[in-house]
């Protein structure tokens, strides 16, 4: 049982650069998010997902759109990074019964932009 | 905004010794979250308390809750090498919309010496 995997693990970028991140559960979860990681900002939510074809926005959406077009995967993409958005990405997911009890989260992504 | 701010920020014991670390918060909660991550790696849940409890155990762990002062503390006993990592409390609103959104602290710190 993975539970939540990410790829790619690393990534370098240049400003102006788009990429997309992906997120894969395999619990069948109903919520996913996705958060960043900054040193001394512990996690900040970025967007989230309540089930299949919706998303809303978290505290800091700007520079970032997601997608939820499967259950069990949630895409977050950057249209133009900018030097800000280095940081570490964390995918997460949860049940609608435990959603604000427990979350799985995976290994995350560490994004550098030149 | 950050919800649960973490005390101290960095923690330095030696092995056997206990551990405690706090969090504090401003709003009403539903419950309170512990979470551990290890060095490069995403977090992984410990133990929740919910609003209505003071005080909850989990092996090596205990966690309290004092609502009227919005605060909790968890205490690692007999620390072990392994325990290192930081830790962060998270945060479910009391409801509204958004409820099952979990706010993270900046986080703990801790190294056990050997």
């Known amino acids: 049982n993975a539970g939540v995997t990410q790829t790619p693990k690393f990534r370098v970028l240049k400003t102006g650069q788009s990429m997309t991140l992906l997120c894969a559960q395999d619990?069948?979860?109903?919520?996913m998010y996705w958060y960043r990681q900054d040193p001394g900002m512990g996690l900040r939510l970025i967007h989230y997902s309540v089930g299949e074809g919706t998303t809303a926005k978290g505290e800091v959406p700007d520079g970032y759109n997601v997608s939820r077009l499967k259950k069990q995967n949630f895409l977050l993409g950057l249209e133009s990074a900018a030097p800000s958005q280095t940081s570490v990405y964390f995918c997460?997911?949860?049940?609608?019964?435990?959603?604000?009890?427990?979350?799985?989260f995976g290994s995350g992504t560490q994004l550098s932009v030149l | 905004s950050q919800q649960g701010e973490e005390d101290p920020q960095a923690l330095s014991i030696q092995e056997g010794e206990n551990a405690t670390m706090n969090c504090s918060y401003k709003t009403s909660i539903n419950n309170l979250q512990w979470y551990r991550q290890n060095s490069g790696r995403g977090l992984v849940h410990l133990i929740l308390i919910r609003s209505n409890e003071r005080e909850k155990h989990s092996g090596r762990l205990r966690v309290t809750l004092d609502t009227s002062k919005k605060s909790s503390s968890l205490l690692i006993t007999a620390s072990r090498a392994a325990d290192t990592a930081s830790y962060f409390c998270?945060?479910?609103?009391?409801?509204?919309?958004?409820?099952?959104?979990?706010?993270f602290g900046k986080g703990t710190k801790l190294s056990v010496i050997p």
């Open positions: 619990m069948n979860h109903e919520y």
């Open positions: 998270a945060t479910a609103p009391y409801s509204g919309a958004g409820s099952y959104q979990l706010t």
């Open positions: 997460a997911s949860s049940t609608p019964g435990t959603a604000r009890e427990k979350l799985f």
